[in-house]
């Protein structure tokens, strides 16, 4: 059974040790599988229990000893018991109630507020992938519609023949996209490197990783320190890349 409010209200009667009724059934199997109530019972009967000695003792008349000491020398007579007091006891459950009810809406604040709180960071995160997408598509609109992009082929190589390529490069945008296909699903610690060849030295171009069905759609960094790209290439490194290739050569490919 799920945890609601209600359960919270019979935790605060099991607490106080009062009847719950025919709920006492129903709660004792919810409370085996609850660890929030099992908290919250642990958390109101230390509190209740707490209250409970801090009730000041009722100091008896002082007159009750010579009262004593008197009956036991006169004539045994019909005394009148007076009623015990539950004013005490009164106090010290309201005083147990009032902390049960405090407690609940301070543990039902806080999971409200745990709840907000949860919200906020997916919403954030949301909105942080939603402007990314944004920069993305721009990114790419940007280099695909410019009027000096040229269309470069990459071949598979080494151990992933049959792996296919294109780079978008645009010299004026200083930036290159690549549409990639039947790459291998790297395992972790490894990811794709894109190099772009000027003066016939590799320059890294960042990393991305193939989806599972082997495709990859990845924009370049800003490549403003190349003037001329004479070649792309890419090989599989270690997660996060490395300043120059170390591992296998995948695709390869020359402009056009």
């Known amino acids: 059974m799920a945890h609601n409010e209600r359960f919270e209200e019979l935790v605060a009667l099991r607490a106080?040790?009062?009847?719950?009724?025919?709920?006492?059934?129903?709660?004792?199997?919810?409370?085996?599988?609850c660890p929030e109530c099992e908290r919250l019972l642990?958390?109101?009967?230390?509190?209740?229990?707490?209250?409970?000695t801090t009730v000041v003792p009722l100091a008896p008349p002082p007159d009750l000893r010579r009262r004593i000491?008197?009956?036991?020398?006169?004539?045994?007579?019909?005394?009148?018991?007076?009623?015990?007091?539950?004013?005490?006891?009164?106090?010290a459950a309201a005083a147990a109630l009032l902390v049960v009810i405090v407690g609940l809406d301070d543990a039902r604040l806080r999971r409200q507020r745990e709840e907000l709180r949860s919200r906020t960071d997916d919403l954030s995160?949301?909105?942080?992938?939603?402007?990314?997408?944004?920069?993305r598509q721009d990114l790419r609109a940007r280099v695909l519609e410019s009027d000096d992009v040229r269309l470069l082929f990459l071949g598979g190589k080494g151990p992933q023949p049959d792996a296919r390529g294109k780079v978008f490069w645009s010299p004026k945008a200083k930036r290159g996209v690549l549409l990639a296909g039947n790459l291998a699903v790297l395992p972790s610690g490894k990811q794709y490197e894109l190099w772009v060849f000027a003066k016939g030295k590799p320059v890294p171009a960042g990393v991305f990783d193939a989806d599972s069905s082997g495709?990859?759609?990845f924009e370049s960094r800003d490549l403003s320190a190349v003037d001329r790209a004479e070649n792309f290439a890419v090989t599989v490194?270690?997660?996060?890349?490395?300043?120059?290739?170390?591992?296998?050569?995948?695709?390869?490919?020359?402009?056009?």
Not at 16 to 33: N, Q, S, T, V
Not at 77 to 85: D, F, M
Not at 125 to 135: E, N, P, V
């Open 16 to 33: 106080l040790g009062l009847p719950m009724g025919a709920d006492g059934a129903e709660f004792a199997r919810h409370l085996a599988g």
């Open 42 to 52: 642990a958390e109101l009967r230390e509190a209740a229990a707490t209250l409970s």
């Open 69 to 91: 000491l008197g009956s036991l020398t006169e004539a045994p007579r019909a005394v009148a018991r007076p009623r015990p007091s539950i004013v005490p006891w009164m106090l």
């Open 125 to 135: 995160a949301r909105l942080a992938s939603a402007k990314q997408d944004l920069a």
């Open 215 to 217: 495709r990859a759609v």
């Open 237 to 256: 490194e270690p997660a996060g890349g490395v300043p120059a290739p170390t591992g296998p050569i995948v695709l390869v490919g020359t402009p056009s």
